[in-house]
């Protein structure tokens, strides 16, 4: 995104449990660990256009393609 800052809004940010390591963003040709991992999507607004972020403890990436995660967790919301 190549956005000012300040035009970027938090929509919503949801705890879940993700199916692998690819965080729901798998990417061709790459090796994830089968197993579930606890994270969050989040969703930035910015000049009408809705964003997709999926994150664990370490990392945070663009999901342009996103997979449904297993369930929410409890009390994130």
Known sequence: ?????QK???????????????LGC???GQNYLMVIT???RIYLEA????YEYH???NRVVRCDNPQP???KNS???
């Open 1 to 5: 995104m190549d956005l000012d800052p």
């Open 8 to 22: 970027i809004h938090l929509q919503a940010v949801e705890g879940v449990q993700w199916r692998d390591s690819s």
């Open 26 to 28: 798998p990417e061709s």
């Open 38 to 40: 606890p994270g969050y």
């Open 47 to 50: 000049e009408g256009q809705v």
């Open 55 to 57: 994150a664990d403890e």
């Open 69 to 71: 995660p297993l369930e």
């Open 75 to 77: 009390g994130s919301d």
